[in-house]
């Protein structure tokens, strides 16, 4: 059997797909399982050895219709015997049909990001009422008869040269330490950057570790936030190097701790069962929020004004604009995180 997936973005929902790679191969093991996504994420994927063939949707230095044309052209000669859209927009319908599969298979209406989606499918799957998003992406696979559940995420690790560059950051010491994220693609995600200064203190001065603020190195706001973590931190922080992905997932995996808002790199973290400290405010922690038991939330989305405003956001993960003076995010202090942390670390430490 010959499959291809469509999963074009974003990152964390890339990550939240890989799960239905994984259940294929498991139900199917000698299948041809191929998946289409944005260039930007193709290196992640990369490391999913359950995937035989990654295609790109090219949307840098090449014309939409260029892109479109060599695209359709790479997947019809594949032959394909079904194509699941597992991200419900018109966009990553068309690429399906384009696909020349066999089947086109697509969520029910209640699940789709835009309704004129379904009407590129030659099938529907209702996955039911999961909450998690994981498990409603495998809910796709009702259509083969698979009813499966687990969240598997078999990514195989380079061995590159990014831990020297964050041990000399850090002194040259090869101790553990713990990671900062104070960045996400919508700002209504971001906690203030000067509560992640605080937070780090926090965790110097209660247990000795030292924290490295990741950023992406080709956005100036992110840059100007990771520097005020920084600045905030009393040096208990430091800057990681710019990192690829690649680099990034490699990095995430060696902290003994991962804390975030919800945006990409805390779902790898949840994937490489880094422990996490989720920061949640605009989106629904049980739909997007991480799984393991070992995890924590903090989240403030039970008194979003906008979540309120608009419920049926909260079915296809976070509103990205905030209507208010004020965000939910801005009600959830540093005494809250650093509780949750103590949470967290007391188990690895006892793992440890």
Sequence with gaps: MRVL??????????????????????????????WVVDEAFAPLLAMVPVINNVFVLRSKNVSTISAWVGLRRELQVCNYDIAFDVQGLVKSALVARFSGATRVVGFSPPFLRESWAKWFYSEEADPGSPIH???????????LDIKDKNYEFPFKLEDIGVMDQVYACLGGRKEPF?????????ANKCWPAKSFGAVAAYIRDQYGLRTVVVWNSVSKEDEKRMNLVIASSEGAAVSAPPT??????????????????????LHIAGALETPVVGIYGPSNPN????????????????????????????????????DNPTWCLDDVSVKDVCTAVDRTLSGVIADA
């Design 5 to 34: 997936i469509i999963r074009l973005s974003s990152l964390g929902d890339v990550v939240h797909t890989i799960p239905v790679a994984v259940a294929i191969r498991r139900h199917y093991p000698d299948a041809v399982i191929d």
């Design 133 to 143: 998003v994981v498990e409603r992406n495998l809910g796709i696979l009702t259509v």
């Design 178 to 186: 713990v990671l900062l994220n104070p960045n996400a693609a919508w």
């Design 244 to 265: 690829t992905l690649v680099e990034l997932v490699s990095l995430i995996k060696m902290g003994v701790l991962f804390i975030s808002g919800d945006t990409g790199p």
């Design 287 to 322: 739909r997007n929020g991480p799984w393991s038991s070992r995890d924590e939330v903090v989240s403030a989305s039970d008194n979003c004004q906008c979540l309120k405003r608009y419920p049926n956001k909260g079915a296809v993960g976070v509103v990205r604009r905030c």
